[in-house]
């Protein structure tokens, strides 16, 4: 479809007055009592209320990274990073699809403007999942693919209208390699097979999505760039959407840490305040053990929150300085960029030990933040395993 004279009418009314920093995050703190009144269903029902979701959209709290000229925000995304992590503290599960779902608007701000028309000419409200590893059949043909195959966690999907999958182009001549691409496919052409049965995030709804021989015409594809540094080279798009990619969508299941770990900070406090220990008898406000993994996890929060906010600041100083950031530098960007999750996972777990018998039951306000932390840290962005051996190299050979 394209973009109608009514449906731009519409879109540029909806552009007319944008959100700043404090209006977002204020937009969601008056949210936060909703969202942790869902927490439990969201658990048993393994996916986000509908009702949270709705919210979120009225807020506009999923247009923080979509183009203005499509209803958007087009927000800088340490404004992104600080709603995210506002709703982590009550809620990952939410805080999670809130991050997925948006940040596919980034994604797709990078494809052809037909394609954008297509999701948002209509509704600006519309949602997109993904599931970007390259598992899906592809087969050249006319004006396009066909593509075929099941993709695995796609958060939020249930709330989504299209979604974007990957797959692998066979080369086009004999001794080339194949090449990675991207596929915006509508809500008619895939089935959602309910999969998702995990010990933590168990409210992301993150199920798999199954294409059978569908035509993606090819404006609706893309082939993404290593996503490591910045553009700076001439281009058309906005300072927002010249940032890496593969940094701006890893940031929406790493950043969320930081919200995280804040909640367990509280929730670890609010515990040792009152406990007593059944075999010392020792106060656990009195605890030297108890005061240094409290210090140490809220020093932690803040060294890791400060290094997104400086990665962003750096990447967007280059940006408007047309100065080109040096790949090796990209890349400790991105080993940190997968460590700090798992950093604060680590932490947690220590305070989870010190609780002792407390620290198994489900009804502790520190396991389910926990558990969520254990079970996003599984997250390929949150692995430094991939990314440090290839930092470590360019050191060497600089």
Same mark, same amino acid.
């Given at each position: ?9 519409a879109?540029t ?38 009702e949270v =979701?709705?919210?979120l ?8 990274? #979509? ?16 709603? !995210?992590?506002?709703?982590?503290? =009550? ?7 809130? %991050? ?6 980034? =994604? ?5 403007? #037909?394609?954008?028309?297509?999701v ?17 059949? =592809? ?10 195959? #099941? ?31 991207? @596929? ?14 995990? @010990?933590g995030?168990? %409210?992301?709804?993150?199920?798999d999505?199954?294409?059978e ?12 760039s ?22 701006? @969508?890893?940031?929406?299941? &790493?950043?969320?840490?930081?919200g ?13 305040k ?11 406000r ?31 100083d ?6 080109a ?15 700090g ?9 220590d305070? !989870? ?14 396991s389910?933040?926990?558990?969520d ?7 390929p962005?949150?692995?430094? %395993?991939?990314? &440090? ?10």
């Open positions: 479809m394209s973009a109608t004279p009514s449906a731009e009418a879109v009314k909806q552009t007319a007055a944008i959100p700043d920093h404090n209006e977002l995050l204020n937009r969601t703190r008056a949210l936060l009592p909703l969202v942790k009144s869902f927490t439990d269903q969201h658990d048993k029902e393994r996916d986000v209320a509908p =979701v709705s919210a959209r009225e807020a506009g709290l999923f247009r923080l990274f #979509q183009p203005r000229r499509w209803g958007g925000y087009q927000s800088d995304p340490r404004t992104q990073f600080e709603v !995210q992590n506002l709703l982590a503290e =009550v809620c990952m599960s939410t805080a999670w699809i809130q %991050g997925v779902l948006g940040v596919q608007a980034f =994604v797709l701000a990078l494809m052809d403007e #037909q394609a954008q028309a297509d948002w000419a209509d509704n600006a409200d519309t949602l997109m999942s993904s599931s970007f590893m390259p598992v899906g059949k =592809v087969t050249p043909v006319d004006g396009g693919y066909r593509i075929s195959g #099941q993709w695995a966690f796609s958060s939020g999907s249930t709330h989504a209208q299209w979604a974007i999958v990957g797959g692998m182009v066979p080369p086009a001549a004999e001794g080339h390699p194949p090449s990675m691409r991207l @596929f915006l496919v509508p809500r008619d052409d895939y089935e959602i097979i309910d999969t998702w049965h995990t @010990f995030l168990r %409210g992301t709804g993150s199920n999505l199954k294409v021989d569908v035509f993606v015409p090819a404006y609706r594809t893309h082939q993404p290593p996503g490591m540094v910045p553009t700076v080279d001439a281009t058309h798009l906005p300072p927002l959407y010249r940032l890496p990619w593969l940094y701006m @969508f890893t940031c929406s299941v &790493s950043n969320l840490a930081i995280g770990a804040r909640g367990g900070l509280k929730a670890f406090i609010d515990i040792e009152v406990r007593v220990s059944s075999m010392t008898g020792k106060p656990g009195e605890d030297p053990a108890v005061h240094a993994a409290a210090a140490r996890l809220s020093a932690e929060i803040d060294t890791i929150d400060n290094q997104y906010k400086r990665h962003i600041g750096r990447m967007l280059a940006i408007d300085a047309g100065e950031i040096p790949v090796p530098e990209g890349l400790m960007m991105r080993t940190q960029l997968t460590s999750l798992r950093g604060l996972a680590k932490l947690v777990d305070m !989870q030990l010190l609780l002792g018998g407390r620290g198994i039951r489900t009804d502790s306000p520190l389910r933040i926990w558990l932390l254990c079970a996003a840290r599984a997250h962005g949150n692995d430094p %395993g991939m990314i &440090s051996p290839v930092y470590g190299k360019a050191l060497l050979d600089s």
